[in-house]
């Protein structure tokens, strides 16, 4: 009997299910509030099952790449229902899928419960503003928030630079261009050299993979657009060395010096289990690039940023920490999950205690 993709996946997204693994010899295997679980009531799926439905999901122009690579992303929407991001691999010389449930609703700055200081990074006309954080952790949701608030509030021209085209914008006060890598274009770092022609004023760049995709939104930052991206990374000051690192040591006090002119701020997330059970919370950092912040990154001083987070308050800065121990003291997440998904755990235990003086790294 063929597996019903569709029926599948419709009945996931009633579930709170937010991925789908599909792999030869297993059940399907679902993540649902942060949890791996098998599917137990669905029969294991052989290899010509995981093909056939490959086959049913990948769009016509991209077949062809089945032949041609061993890992690729596209898209797949069920009309009226939802849409989802596919990453096809390959395990063991078989073909596998895992699948990201994209809603076709985007949701609100306030339905998501971001701090409001984040909206700070809407009203510049240009610059560099990050969202990072691991895989699955909102990034592509904060980004979507943030965009389709400008879209109700201000008159822009937006591109998005995507592999693939993650959520879809119906343009109103803003309008917009979103382009697919390999479909609209060629890769992140054309995508963003030609944007440039193509008279935007916000350009969002769906990864920073590497440094000639770095590169290219720098430069389209500095010359006066505002550039949103991601980075798998898990901090504000993990991320600014990140990008630092990806270039050779003789050109890093360069670029230094261009992120520090052109960074507005970096957003980290981290999503944490509710304390009663029902679905996962975002823990928030944001770091917003003030003359201090930027003097400690020309003077390549990057680590000593951290105090300016803690003492943020006043420039509108809120460390990771400061927002796990909000979200504990409202009883959202219990004390151990938030101390679990601390970078600076001793400092967060003082901070649940109420005895928090200070820096403790």
Avoid: W
């Amino acid at each position: 009997m063929l597996f019903d993709v569709k029926r599948f996946l419709s009945h996931a997204i009633q579930e709170n299910i937010t991925d789908i693994h599909f792999r030869a010899g297993l059940p399907p295997i679902v993540r649902r509030n942060g949890a791996i679980e098998k599917v137990l009531d669905e029969p294991a799926l052989s290899e010509n099952d995981i093909k056939m439905i490959t086959e049913a999901m990948i769009p016509e122009k991209l077949k062809y790449r089945i032949k041609e690579v061993y890992d690729f992303d596209f898209p797949y929407s069920i009309d009226g229902v939802a849409r989802f991001r596919v990453n096809m691999l390959y395990e063991s010389n078989r073909i596998a899928l895992s699948i990201r449930y994209i809603p076709y609703h985007i949701p609100t700055l306030e339905k998501l419960k971001l701090p409001a200081l984040i909206r700070k990074f809407v009203t510049f006309n240009n610059g560099l503003v990050l969202v990072t954080g691991a895989t699955g952790s909102g990034k592509s949701t904060t980004l979507a928030s943030l965009l389709e608030y400008i879209n109700q509030n201000q008159q822009k021209h937006i591109i998005t630079i995507e592999d693939p085209i993650e959520f879809v914008f119906q343009s109103k006060k803003s309008f917009f261009t979103q382009r697919q890598i390999d479909l609209d274009t060629d890769s992140f770092p054309d995508g963003v050299k030609y944007a440039l022609r193509q008279n935007p004023d916000i350009i969002l760049v769906g990864e920073m993979r590497d440094k000639e995709t770095v590169a290219s939104a720098i430069k389209a930052a500095e010359t006066g657009h505002l550039v949103f991206s991601t980075l798998h990374t898990n901090d504000s000051i993990q991320t600014i060395n990140r990008i630092i690192n990806l270039f050779e040591p003789h050109q890093r006090n360069y670029i230094t010096t261009q992120l520090a002119n052109i960074m507005r701020g970096v957003i980290s997330q981290k999503l944490i289990p509710k304390a009663d059970g029902n679905g996962r919370v975002a823990a928030v950092e944001v770091l917003t690039v003030t003359p201090a912040v930027k003097n400690y990154m020309i003077k390549d001083q990057i680590d000593d940023i951290y105090e300016q987070l803690n003492t943020g308050s006043q420039n509108d800065m809120l460390s990771l920490n400061a927002s796990l121990c909000k979200l504990a003291r409202a009883n959202v997440i219990t004390d151990i999950a938030a101390v679990q998904a601390s970078e600076y755990q001793n400092e967060l235990r003082q901070m649940l205690r109420g005895a928090y003086t200070g820096s403790q790294r």
